[in-house]
């Protein structure tokens, strides 16, 4: 992420996630659960199984596309909340040493005060680069802002 003038951060809570994303995910995973479940139903020679095992591979692809559409990041007055494809994971303002999202990254990075490196999928550039820019910066200026708070 290029250096620019720190904005001020967003009103509390917020929720950043990959809206463009998650449309396309849910609506395939309608789409194919349809056509899979319905093609099961609507075909004469299938026993009773044949006919549940189609609904069952329509419900195992659909959820498949619900975990991938599942990732967000909510920040509010105590810290962030980091939903991911099957972890969530709460952390402090303080915990949060710095927001990176670099060109390239497939997401956004935190940075944690106990040395390690969190993926925060919520904030993806992949189909919206400019709102993951926007949205990367935003959490930053609230990672940043709270704890210059905490300090005070």
């Known amino acids: 992420m ?65 975990l991938l559409a599942r990732p967000k990041v909510v920040a509010d007055e105590d810290g962030v909340t980091v939903v991911n494809f099957t972890r969530t994971r709460r952390l402090a303002w303080a915990e949060i040493l710095r927001v990176n999202l670099r060109r390239g990254d497939p997401w956004v990075f935190l940075d944690l005060s106990d040395g390690t490196s969190l993926p925060a999928l919520g904030i993806q550039p992949g189909i919206a680069k400019d709102q993951a820019v926007a949205d990367a910066r935003a959490l930053r200026a609230l990672a940043e802002s709270r704890t210059a708070a905490d300090t005070d």
């Open 2 to 66: 290029s250096a620019a003038p720190a904005a001020a951060p967003p009103a509390l809570p917020v929720t950043f996630r990959p809206r463009r994303t998650r449309i396309v995910l849910l609506s395939v995973g309608a789409v194919m659960f349809t056509v899979i479940a319905g093609t099961g139903l609507v075909l004469d020679n299938l026993s009773p199984g044949e006919r549940i095992s189609f609904i069952v591979t329509a419900t195992g692809f659909l959820y498949v596309l619900w």
